[in-house]
């Protein structure tokens, strides 16, 4: 079990957005990726998951070749993703917004409603399964982003920001659920800006800058990195602290 | 599903949900024998026939809802899918004199082709723009109409035989007629419904939110959309066949007119989209209606009855912009939810 991406490239016109990116992740991992805005995170999750088809490149996982699939074929073999600016279905429920991801592997409704209910316990939102989606606070809405993509029974998930805009309660209960899903036995890839955050659950980093992969490696290493320190705060300072 | 917020139901216990399925089939067993007995009991000719036109429009504006309002696609086309029955039919009917039966069969088939290529070609567009396409292709169809003079009998309308019986599809009862509209209506109540708890329902009103979540999600949305626009084209076309066999008369400006599009949309919207029971209640409103304004004021002053059927549409969408039945249904769920947090306050309002 395995994302693997080999050369993967998307220019759009002139922009070259993402560059030759070769992405490992093993199985079970919990991988971080981080990198200043406009780094090319959110557009490396778009083409893995279908919504670009790259100008080069190729996607793998589980050995097989998913470069230019549909979204849906993708999200059906156990790679599924959550959207940064997070897009409930304002006017469904929370569970009927969750029922909805468990219909991916559960054709019966019935049953996707449980599916559906165990995945909203796992977030912490099943108080609410009953209220609309909508007006609903950027926390409930981060985690019902993510009890959603659950309920898709994925492998591999890629979470884009879930931590964005959540205060540091929030936060390190976002943490601990990503780390019991992860001890479930699923891996994950996830693109965040909180660095306690990343630097606490990830069990690897890869940064991107300007669409390449600048640095892979552990925590500990990446905090070192002088390329890293280069790209997020500058030459000058990054030699003055190293 | 749909609007309303949904799922608090299927925790409960088991003892009060089969209370409830009770309930509700009684309900609707009363529901059905009111429709059978009440156009016995209404034993006059003009007062059946509105009864028969509000079954039928019930049952296509229905219909309608099944792309507009459950999948959100706003689709201004749909005579083409009634026009294209109706003339299957009665072509096939007068022509080489093929029972309507077969011809609605035939009907059906062709409108979900019809369908089918409609929605691979438009089903990408979003919100105006697939309108505007659904009305080009019905207009399309419509000038086919007119210009295949030598098949269809063109502007000047084709005129269907009247040979009562079953085979036929002829009655020369209007009370018969009521029942089969009737039974039409209950038809596409049902699919309704259907859709509404299956899967299907789900996803399309997931797709009718953000597309791009739904596919993230695993829903393969172009096949939802084209299951969807089939079942809605078949149903359309189905009353297409009969609305030919009933009216004796066909003719391309209405069947397959850009007004009687607007109308099914129209009942939809009136009566609440996305519900089962909307496209019911707009129909049952504003069928009548029409009829009624048009007899009273037909003669003496023709414009005025628009003009009066024109300002309680206005009224309607000022006071219930989400529709009749979305917005009666709101409010008997806030009376009955403030009953309730009267009577339990402490646990429901500590939750943030």
Redesign the interface.
Known sequence: MSLETFDLTMRFGGLVAVKNVNLQIHGKELVGLIGPNGAGKTTLFNII?G?YRPTNGRVVFNDRDVTGW????I??LGL????QLT???????L??NV???A???E????K??EIA?RALQQVGLE??????AQGMPIGFRKKLELA??L??KPKTLLLDEVMGGLNPHEVREMCSTISAIHKAGTGIVLIEHVMSAVMSICQRVVVLHHGEQIATGTPNEIGKDRAVMEAYLGKKYSNGSA | ???Q????G??RSSDSRKRESIFKRARGIIWIGALVILPILIDHPYYREIIALIFLWSAMAGAWNIVGGYAGKFSLGHAAFFGVGAYTSGLLYVRLGISPWLGMIAGVILSVLLALFIGVVTLRLKGKFFALCTIAFAQLIEIMGVYLRSVTGGSEGLQIPFNAGFWNLTFSSKLTWVYVFGGMMLLVYGISRWIE???LG??L??LR??E??????????LWAKLACISISAALTSIGGSLFAQYFLWLEPSFVLGIDLSIQFALYAIIGGMGTAIGPILGATLLTPLQIFLRAAFGTSASGISMLIYGLILILVVLFMPKGMAVEIGDRIRKRSQSSRVKSTSGEVSI?P
């Not at chain 1, 549909?70 to 074929?73: A, Q």
């Not at chain 1, 409930?88 to 429920?93: D, K, T, V």
């Open positions: 998951t919504y549909k979204t849906h074929r999200t059906r599924c993703r959550t959207f897009r409930p279905f304002s006017h469904l429920s569970l009927d029922v909805v991801g219909l991916c592997h054709p019966k409704p019935e996707a409603k209910y108080m609410r399964a009953g209220s609309l959603r993509a309920a898709t | 599903m749909n609007a917020p949904d799922g608090k299927q925790y708890r299956s899967a789900y996803k009103s997931a939110e953000d791009d979540a739904a596919e993230a999600l695993g829903i393969n949305t939750v």
